[in-house]
């Protein structure tokens, strides 16, 4: 069975910084790219950044330049390193793996920034 298990979110103020982390369980972890998500009330969920099996990044134009996506194979875990923070990053924050047989999903971690 395929877990992903997501840690690191909070309360933190403008300007700051967040490490999430999602530990999975169940695949063959360094040949699984690897997604965060996010979701706002009222809002589409939005694809954050994408990390593929040789660590090739991509990221949504809202946060290129503030978060970096990243992985330890060793560990099984990828990282979401968030600076910079803004009030419209709060969210739940999903970790993903997608393949042509699987789509699964984390319990979400809530990411809030507010003075």
């Known amino acids: 069975q395929v877990q992903l298990v997501e840690s690191g979110g909070g309360l933190v103020q403008p300007g700051g910084s967040l490490r999430l982390s999602c530990a999975a369980s169940g695949i063959i972890f360094r040949f699984a790219a690897m997604d965060w998500f996010r979701r706002t009330p009222g809002k589409e969920r939005e694809l954050v950044a994408h990390i593929t099996i040789g660590g090739s990044t991509n990221y949504a134009d809202s946060v290129k330049g503030r978060f970096t996506i990243s992985r330890d194979n060793a560990k099984n875990t990828v990282f979401l390193h968030m600076n910079s923070l803004k009030p419209e990053d709060t969210a739940v924050y999903y970790c993903?793996?997608?393949?042509?047989?699987?789509?699964?999903w984390g319990q979400g971690t809530q990411v809030t920034v507010s003075s």
């Open positions: 993903h793996y997608g393949s042509r047989t699987l789509d699964v």
